[in-house]
């Protein structure tokens, strides 16, 4: 509550600020076998590198409010692992005793977090390996090997780890608005279903990738079940 008090006490409108942290798809079966420990790395990661960049006098120097939710998957129901961070524009110094503002639009860059991002989640994950807590099966289970295992982690770091960061909220019923629409969401909306005949499921998905175009995905319903189960 100290935060909450100090933001009151300054009587400054203060900035939401949206930012996503995602895993690279070549991680996904090896946290499909290891989801408790490898998503609870996940939100260590992305929090231990925004707090990283607020603490330093040069970007903010104080601590930062943040609000986690986990999703697992994308608009096609494939396995896509990231965390949607709610950010505070600004902080407690760290003494507790004054509120610091961000710049107005801007909080951290977003290519020098990637570069943290990564090097947080695979110096946690090589921890992992080391106390033997990681499992290795299906597809998976060829890492398990010193060489294979070396690769691996060679090939995470040559990697581009997204974090990307959408525009500011407009104010605290917008970041509860989106919150609750988060918390509360199914992997996937009946509206968005256009049929199921002839052993196919065909639903409209929206693709992120080239300009939010919504398309229609045609899928077996074996491999829909997979994935609405992932």
């Keep these: 509550m100290k935060w909450l008090?100090?933001?009151q006490a300054a009587l400054l409108p203060v900035e939401y600020f949206h930012l996503v942290f995602t895993l690279p798809h070549a991680?996904?079966?090896?946290?499909?076998?290891?989801?408790?420990?490898?998503?609870?790395?996940?939100f260590r990661a992305a929090a231990a590198t925004l707090q990283c960049f607020a603490r330093d006098p040069r970007d903010l120097g104080a601590e930062l409010a943040v609000t986690a939710v986990l999703h697992t998957w994308g608009q096609n129901l494939s396995q896509h692992i990231h965390v949607h961070c709610v950010v505070t524009g600004g902080g407690l110094t760290i003494g507790g005793q004054r509120w610091v503002s961000a710049r107005p639009g801007f909080l951290f860059p977003v290519r020098a977090l990637s570069k943290m991002f990564r090097g947080k989640f695979l110096a946690g994950l090589g921890q992992l390996r080391?106390?033997?807590?990681?499992?290795f099966a299906g597809n998976s289970a060829a890492r398990a090997g010193e060489c294979c295992w070396s690769a691996y982690l060679q090939d995470l770091r040559t990697k581009d780890w997204v974090v990307y960061a959408k525009a500011p909220f407009g104010g605290p019923q917008r970041v509860l608005k989106y919150l609750s629409r988060y918390?509360?969401?199914?992997?996937?909306?009946?509206?968005?279903?256009?049929?199921i005949e002839d052993g196919l499921v065909r639903f409209h998905w929206k693709d992120y990738a080239h300009h939010n175009q919504v398309k229609v995905m045609a899928l077996p319903a074996e491999e829909f079940l997979r994935r609405f189960l992932l």
């Design 5 to 7: 008090a100090a933001q």
């Design 27 to 42: 991680l996904n079966a090896l946290v499909r076998v290891n989801q408790r420990r490898l998503y609870a790395l996940l």
């Design 130 to 135: 080391a106390q033997n807590a990681l499992r």
């Design 183 to 195: 918390t509360h969401r199914t992997a996937i909306a009946s509206h968005r279903l256009v049929s």
